[in-house]
């Protein structure tokens, strides 16, 4: 789940969530579905982006479903990036790791590097 509220009085401008996705998944951007505020989505590479008419000071909440398509190891945590489209100085920005990427090992990818027990 993504969740974001604007932390300033009021509300802000039209803004956008930009979601990296992990190497080995593949997002759902339907999954999202219907949001409050939500005006568009759109896939940009290996990230979502998430465009909203304006955040106020109420959480915003949303799943984004993925696919795992490929064994990865040693991932690098992934970010989520919020900020006003008009002013994009208002910004934040947090760090994930899946729990399934976060205790995967080589042997998880290749059988032949692993010894059998």
């Keep these: 789940m993504t969740c974001t509220k604007w932390l300033k009085v009021g509300s802000s401008g039209m803004t956008v969530m930009e979601i990296s996705i992990p190497s080995g998944f593949d997002p759902d951007v339907i999954s999202i579905g219907n949001v409050a505020g939500l005006k568009r989505v759109e896939r940009r590479g290996r990230n979502v982006v998430v465009y909203f008419d304006e955040i106020g000071t ?44 976060k205790k995967a090992t080589i042997c998880d990818v290749c059988d032949k590097c692993c010894p059998k027990v």
């Design 58 to 101: 109420t959480s915003i909440c949303f799943d984004l479903l993925s696919t795992r398509t490929g064994m990865v190891t040693n991932n690098q945590p992934s970010y989520v990036t919020v900020y006003d489209y008009y002013q994009p100085n208002n910004q934040g920005i947090a760090f994930y790791e899946t729990r399934s990427l």
